[in-house]
């Protein structure tokens, strides 16, 4: 089972960033909390925090853990931990295809990969 860690980054505003998955890689055109794999010897914070930057090209405050999901895509299983985040920067689409800040009456539009769907459900009766 891999281990995946994501965040929740919300604005001032209370919008919640979005990536969808670019061109070539497994669910393409889906969107997704941006994050990454936990590498051997990383934290799931330490994790989050390295991805977020090398995705997004900024820094965030990360938060409270929220409950990990697991979900079988078939050929992997992942266990996907979601952390709620701050942008300390200006996020950039640098290994999404798009990147966009959605309100909480958006966000439900916006078709989801798999794994995030229970995510977002608990993020909901926290907000």
């Known amino acids: ?43 799931e914070r330490e994790a989050l925090a390295r991805e977020l930057l090398e995705e997004l090209g900024c820094e965030f405050e990360i938060g409270e853990a ?30 999404h295809q798009a990147i966009e800040w959605v309100s909480m009456d958006q966000v439900k539009s916006y078709d989801l990969a798999p794994a995030d769907v229970p995510i977002l459900a608990e993020y909901f009766k926290w907000a």
């Open 1 to 43: 089972m891999l281990s995946v860690v994501c965040g929740l980054i919300e604005d001032a505003a209370g919008e919640l960033l979005l990536c969808q998955r670019p061109e070539g890689k497994a669910q393409a055109g889906l969107w997704e909390f941006p994050g990454g794999k936990v590498e051997a010897g990383e934290s």
């Open 66 to 95: 929220l409950t990990p999901v697991e979900h079988d895509y078939g050929d992997f299983l992942i266990r996907l931990i979601p952390f709620r985040c701050r942008c300390l920067g200006t996020p950039k689409a640098l290994e």
